[in-house]
């Protein structure tokens, strides 16, 4: 209550001292117009004040009517500009969205889809498929395909427990040795390490045409170092292809794969 009465008081205040003011400038014009121009004819000084008063008061309200309009416009167009800014933001934001989402479901289509079918075709093969195994890992990759994202829950098994079920899918194939630091805690590090261990084991047992591979999972503390040896034939020139792509977009482009002396490939990569 007593913040509207100030107000109020605050108002009448601003409106006595705008009338105040216009009243002494008519009243200095009058005198001095009658100063140069002696007495004006068919005015009396009362209406002459009256006359220029009024129109002073309405030539202010004009200008303070087109001066508010023209803020307006302004303030107007500044709200424009902040709007069309935040959706070009938006706009640049979904398209961020829909890329990563794309670049997500191609790394799980070429890493995870194309290890498991690896994995199915050498026991197939082999003859030593089992044919629950081989039916659910077709019906995962089915669903997928169809609905064009990966529907698996986010695995929050600890890191070791995850890379032992990818290990375990080449039992009796290739012999894997793992040397895992479990403080290796953090979903999105661990989705992206089992991602390129997956890619990795699929490279050197199709490209590479190793037997044995052993797994390095380091905790640097500003980030995570991955390491792949096999016993393969090393290393493949040509063109760079998806795998190279997937390495790029999961690491920065900060990776390398060399050729090691006692034969094979060294695949290293951090996240």
């Given at each position: 209550?007593?913040?509207?009465?100030?107000?109020?008081?605050?108002?009448?205040?601003?409106?006595?001292?705008?009338?105040?003011?216009?009243?002494?400038?008519?009243?200095?014009?009058?005198?001095?117009?009658?100063?140069?121009?002696?007495?004006?004819?068919?005015?009396?000084?009362?209406?002459?004040?009256?006359?220029?008063?009024?129109?002073?008061?309405?030539?202010?309200?004009?200008?303070s009517?087109?001066?508010?309009?023209?803020?307006?416009?302004?303030?107007?167009?500044?709200q424009?500009?902040?709007?069309?800014?935040?959706?070009?933001?938006?706009?640049q934001?979904?398209?961020?969205?829909?890329?990563?989402?794309?670049?997500?479901i191609?790394?799980?289509?070429?890493?995870?889809?194309?290890?498991?079918?690896?994995?199915?075709?050498?026991?197939?093969?082999?003859?030593?498929?089992?044919?629950?195994?081989v039916?659910?890992?077709?019906?995962?990759?089915?669903?997928?395909?169809?609905?064009?994202?990966?529907?698996?829950?986010?695995?929050?098994?600890?890191?070791?427990?995850?890379?032992?079920?990818?290990?375990?899918?080449?039992?009796?194939?290739?012999?894997?040795?793992?040397?895992?630091?479990?403080?290796?805690?953090d979903?999105?590090?661990?989705?992206?390490?089992?991602?390129?261990?997956?890619?990795?084991?699929?490279?050197?047992?199709?490209?590479?045409?190793?037997?044995?591979?052993?797994?390095?999972?380091?905790?640097?503390?500003?980030?995570?170092?991955?390491?792949?040896?096999?016993?393969?034939?090393?290393?493949?020139s040509?063109?760079?292809?998806?795998?190279?792509?997937?390495?790029?977009?999961?690491?920065?482009?900060?990776?390398?794969?060399?050729?090691?002396e006692?034969?094979?490939?060294?695949?290293?990569?951090?996240?």
């Amino acid at each position: 209550m007593a913040a509207r009465s100030l107000r109020i008081t605050s108002a009448g205040v601003a409106w006595l001292s705008y009338i105040t003011v216009h009243i002494f400038l008519a009243a200095i014009i009058v005198a001095v117009s009658k100063q140069l121009f002696g007495d004006l004819q068919g005015f009396t000084d009362t209406s002459a004040f009256l006359v220029l008063f009024i129109w002073i008061l309405q030539t202010g309200y004009m200008t303070s009517f087109v001066a508010g309009a023209l803020a307006t416009r302004n303030e107007m167009r500044k709200q424009l500009q902040k709007l069309t800014e935040k959706l070009g933001i938006d706009t640049q934001v979904m398209k961020a969205r829909a890329q990563l989402t794309k670049r997500e479901i191609a790394n799980y289509l070429h890493s995870d889809v194309q290890n498991k079918l690896l994995s199915i075709a050498i026991r197939v093969e082999s003859g030593k498929a089992n044919l629950d195994m081989v039916s659910e890992e077709l019906t995962a990759i089915q669903r997928l395909l169809n609905t064009g994202t990966p529907l698996e829950p986010l695995d929050r098994r600890p890191i070791r427990a995850q890379l032992n079920s990818l290990i375990a899918r080449w039992n009796g194939f290739i012999q894997i040795d793992l040397e895992c630091d479990e403080s290796v805690s953090d979903q999105n590090n661990v989705k992206q390490i089992i991602l390129v261990v997956t890619e990795g084991l699929s490279n050197a047992v199709r490209h590479g045409l190793a037997s044995k591979v052993a797994i390095s999972v380091k905790n640097l503390g500003e980030g995570v170092l991955v390491e792949l040896r096999d016993n393969g034939i090393g290393p493949r020139s040509g063109t760079p292809g998806l795998g190279t792509r997937f390495f790029d977009s999961v690491s920065g482009s900060n990776w390398s794969i060399t050729q090691v002396e006692d034969g094979g490939s060294k695949l290293v990569v951090r996240l």
